[in-house]
């Protein structure tokens, strides 16, 4: 995680020391949540290993819009930041390692880490900017579309994680996953 | 300006001065684009007096999600960010007076400015909660739910605007808005 930080802004000696001491290691186990629906999101959290994946209820069904792999940020910003009931679900598809870091402890990163506001301020312009175009694209864009994303975001996670998942991303049943495999492989 | 910025930050005699400097007026003729759909967002605007409208083209229709009024910052900041075309429209529906900065001159101001970061980060954090907030609605919440969002978050727009952009933002035809209308009044 140090090096991750450090690609976006630098990190003296006593500085490492105090992230180090700022985040805290905890264990998902695969199926559990780092975030419920109606719950608060404590955390800001960096994922060592495992896989999670964000989902939205809308009338019964999971809506898939996003996972999240080893070496990336995770959080409902939304609920992190004013600390409200969140109205998404981040949850553990693997057993998950990660290093989080409270609502707290992130104002004192900002207060004593002399480039801490940079880091913030680049973190959050990218998580928006994706963020943005993941809501837009759940709601607006054709199976076909959301398929075609899903390969080209997550090539790894076609065989890693069950179709279920897929089919949620893409906002289809899994018959009609299959379909749409079978229509775009032809030429 | 100044005193929208110190509500974020503390700004000395020179910063104030740089922010000025960095800054441009334009004027926005009524029905003008700040943003145009397939165009390169290049400058954050700071309203001073006017009114903008944010909207999407979907399938030939205009899906409005947001209006900013004077004091408010504005930007589509995923075209701005990486410079990349925009797919949205920020269009004047009454003659704007703006404050402009570029992206070179954010970047200076992030630089120069000792708290130019945590100004940058508190600003990004609120616009990325209503803009996923925005989106997410725009696509999910039904006409009646819009209605009442667009009456708490701009109630005095209802008579400054024609009620084609009211219906552009409840996602309905101007006859069902009037149908909304006297359902939501009665007991």
Redesign the interface.
């Known amino acids: 995680m140090i090096n991750t930080i450090k690609t976006f802004i630098p990190l003296s000696g006593t500085e490492e020391a105090l992230v180090a001491d700022l985040f805290r290691e905890i264990q998902l186990p695969k199926g559990s949540y780092f975030v419920k629906e109606g719950q608060v999101c404590k955390y800001v959290g960096f994922l060592q290993e495992g896989l999670l994946r964000y989902y939205?209820n809308?009338d019964g069904q999971e809506l898939t819009y996003e996972f999240a792999r080893a070496g990336e940020f995770t959080c409902n910003?939304?609920s992190f930041?004013?600390q409200s009931p969140s109205d998404e679900n981040i949850q553990a598809l693997e057993n998950t390692s990660m290093l989080t870091i409270s609502h707290n402890n992130l104002q004192i990163f900002?207060d004593k880490i002399a480039?801490g506001?940079?880091f913030?301020?680049l973190v959050?312009?990218s998580?928006?900017?994706r963020?943005?175009?993941q809501?837009?694209s759940?709601?607006?864009d054709p199976p076909d579309v959301r398929y075609l994303q899903f390969m080209d975001l997550y090539p790894d996670l076609q065989q890693r994680i069950p179709q279920y998942y897929i089919s949620s991303y893409v906002g289809v049943k899994p018959p009609s996953l299959s379909r749409i495999r079978k229509r775009l492989s032809m030429p």
């Open positions: 939205i809308k910003y939304a930041l004013d900002y480039a506001n940079k913030g301020r959050v312009e998580i928006f900017v963020a943005k175009r809501i837009a759940l709601y607006s």
